[in-house]
């Protein structure tokens, strides 16, 4: 029978760690094209809101299944979460179905996990300053993780919600600043955690040297990058064929600005930061084999625990 397995099941069996080496796996799968994976489809609702199926095989670790997510940016207002999703996980054999489980707080940690591992081959090795812009779910995933492969000495934040801010410092120890300017300008490492849809970030601010991750404005008709960093930068991303459909923010620079998917990276097919004075850049948009290779291993960890229930369909 399928097991179910609820938030706090998935919690239980996930740590950010593990989460990361399996981020790491995945893109390097997903970048040999040893996985099958479509750009998500999604079904526009209303603005900024949105529905998408996000479906996935990677016959060498056995994993099939489906990831279905809603983005309604308008739920904050109601303390509801803005991106919800549930996780469908398959036998890759047999095609029977094994476990149904939360996706909403698997999308928070394998997107911060993906930067982490952005990081670990993109930054500088020296980096000591990170900027986080945004006060959510995300900019607190992305402060837990982070810390994991660069120490740093600094860390601020910046929240055009000054309330949010106040709270996110107490709770994270950052150092709440005034402007989104006073974030980036000098920092090693800037992590783009806002929901804005046109630019939060200008290429003035940016120091050379740094390493920016951005990880929302996932629709065409949405940019939270200045155009002039984009193009100063050395681009990476999570996948080319989706970036180059669903970001506003490459789109524009036609694939040839796009130097490799991280996934190239990780596994040594591709350069990655070449001098420590180029403006890395990576795009995350966030891919269906990242949450099933997460969902896998909270399925395998919570049924040999005995979490979750099983239920007859």
């Not at 990170?130 to 601020?156: D, K, M, T, Y």
Request: some cysteine.
């Amino acid at each position: 029978m399928p097991l179910w397995l609820s938030e706090a099941d998935v919690r239980a069996s996930l740590s950010l760690p593990e989460v990361m080496g399996a981020m790491e796996l995945a893109l390097a799968a997903f970048s040999a094209r040893d996985v099958v994976q479509p750009v998500r489809t999604a079904i526009e609702m209303r603005d900024r809101e949105f529905f998408a199926l996000m479906p996935a095989y990677d016959p060498g670790h056995g994993l099939l299944g489906a990831k279905l997510v809603s983005v309604v940016p308008r739920n904050a207002a109601k303390g509801l979460h803005t991106h919800l999703a549930a996780i469908s996980l398959f036998d890759a054999e047999t095609g029977e179905l094994l476990a149904v489980m939360d996706g909403r707080w698997i999308t928070e940690i394998r997107t911060a996990a993906a930067s982490a591992v952005s990081v670990r081959h993109l930054a500088r090795p020296d980096a000591a300053v990170l900027a986080i812009l945004g006060s959510g779910v995300q900019a607190r995933s992305h402060v837990q993780a982070l810390p994991l492969v660069r120490e740093f000495r600094e860390v601020r934040a910046w929240s055009p919600t000054p309330d949010h801010l106040r709270q996110f410092a107490a709770e994270t120890g950052a150092a709440a600043v005034d402007s989104a300017e006073a974030a980036v300008r000098d920092a090693d490492v800037v992590v783009l955690a806002t929901t804005s849809v046109t630019p939060a970030i200008q290429s003035a601010w940016v120091a050379p040297g740094a390493h920016v991750i951005a990880i929302g404005a996932c629709r065409p008709s949405q940019r939270e990058i200045d155009p002039a960093l984009v193009a100063r930068s050395r681009l990476f991303v999570d996948s080319k064929e989706a970036a180059l459909k669903e970001s506003g923010d490459v789109i524009p620079c036609g694939p040839d600005h796009v130097r490799a998917e991280l996934g190239d990276v990780i596994a040594g097919r591709a350069p990655g930061r070449t001098s420590s004075v180029e403006v890395t850049l990576f795009k995350s948009l966030g891919l269906a084999i990242e949450d099933l290779t997460a969902a896998g291993l909270a399925y395998r960890t919570a049924k040999a625990a005995g979490r979750g229930i099983e239920v007859a369909l």
